[in-house]
Nanobody, 115 residues
């Protein structure tokens, strides 16, 4: 079992920044993929960014150049730095951990971009 605890969401004005954190605990393996997904009201959950245990990253086109995913392997914590936020970034953001056929989700953290 893997437990994921997210933090860092909140309300921010357009153009502002937020940093999300996701701390993983439990049966963490050396090879894995961690990622951030988001789900806006009435929409499907979508991948925002992902990072592998060897540091490879992948981003949704809509956030490239604005968001940065990073990982502190020693702390089993993944971060999502979000800059130049737009109203359309408003969603519940979920942390995900994948290892083989196993997939775990955090409880989600709300990000609201509004003036």
């Amino acid at each position: 079992q893997v437990q994921l605890v997210e933090s860092g969401g909140g309300l921010v004005q357009p153009g502002g920044s937020l940093r999300l954190s996701c701390a993983a605990s439990g049966s963490i393996f050396r090879i894995y993929v961690m990622g951030w997904y988001r789900q806006a009201p009435g929409k499907q959950r979508e991948l925002v960014a992902a990072i592998t245990s060897d540091g490879s990253t992948n981003y949704a086109d809509s956030v490239k150049g604005r968001f940065t995913i990073s990982i502190n392997s020693a702390k089993n914590t993944v971060y999502l730095q979000m800059n130049s936020l737009k109203p359309e970034d408003t969603a519940v953001y979920y942390c995900n951990y994948k290892m083989g056929s196993y997939s775990y989700w955090g409880q989600g953290t709300q990000v609201t971009v509004s003036s």
